[in-house]
T-cell receptor, first 111, second 111 residues
Framework: EDQVTQSPEALRLQEGESSSLNCSYT??????LFWYRQDPGKGPEFLFT???AGEEKEKERLKATLTKKESFLHITAPKPEDSATYLC????????????FGKGTKLSVIP | DSGVTQTPKHLITATGQRVTLRCSPR?????VYWYQQSLDQGLQFLIQ???????AKGNILERFSAQQFPDLHSELNLSSLELGDSALYFC??????????FGSGTRLTVV
């Protein structure tokens, strides 16, 4: 059975203090790994898709990387508006296009 | 506005009742996915429809059912409601590549 584990569960950073979020996964065959951002009371917002080990994607202060067993979301010089819950999800090669989500990392950036 | 419309935004109902949640996908998207998000379980996949046909089922209870209509909107029916069914219910749509666009969700409270 697919499993996605995110750590830490919660992270508090000072504005400008860079850090990384981790997503470990086990899946029989990975079609894609996805990162989403979710603000309180809202639906998840798509950030990145990674398809193969070694791939990297960047968007503003965020960079996502992928290995065969885990993915990292690096946040460089975060701002308070980066505060949100970050969700990782995997899509298995076999079957339909459903996503299996981790429980997320709640990031708080303090001014 | 993500382009995925969910109604109603909030729903309060009593145990044993039945409710219907509605989702209009983003224009051009043929796939609709339903997810349940609770505090302890995170986002859990319920069911997927593609162009009117059921494509995949996840952890969906027998008391729950869904359908997708010819105009591609979808409805999730929840019956014999229990306190534990209280959660956020999200609909997402995609062109079948996993880059979901989520709606803003329906918050269901069962009292």
């Amino acid at each position: 059975e697919d499993q996605v584990t995110q750590s830490p569960e919660a992270l508090r950073l000072q504005e400008g203090e860079s850090s990384s979020l981790n997503c470990s996964y086990t899946v029989s065959g990975l079609r894609g790994l996805f990162w989403y951002r979710q603000d309180p009371g809202k639906g998840p917002e798509f950030l990145f898709t990674l398809y193969s080990a070694g791939e990297e994607k960047e968007k503003e202060r965020l960079k996502a990387t992928l290995t065969k067993k885990e993915s990292f979301l690096h946040i460089t010089a975060p701002k308070p508006e980066d505060s949100a819950t970050y969700l990782c999800a995997v899509q298995e090669m076999a079957g339909s296009y459903q996503l299996t989500f981790g429980k997320g990392t709640k990031l708080s950036v303090i001014p | 506005d993500s382009g995925v419309t969910q109604t109603p935004k909030h729903l309060i109902t009593a145990t044993g009742q039945r409710v219907t949640l509605r989702c209009s996908p983003r224009s051009g998207d043929l796939s609709v996915y339903w997810y349940q998000q609770s505090l302890d379980q995170g986002l859990q996949f319920l069911i997927q429809y593609y162009n009117g046909e059921e494509r995949a089922k996840g952890n969906i209870l027998e008391r729950f059912s869904a359908q997708q209509f010819p105009d591609l909107h979808s409805e999730l029916n929840l019956s014999s409601l229990e306190l534990g069914d209280s959660a956020l219910y999200f609909c997402a749509s995609s062109v079948d590549n996993g880059n979901y666009t989520f709606g803003s969700g329906t918050r269901l409270t069962v009292v």
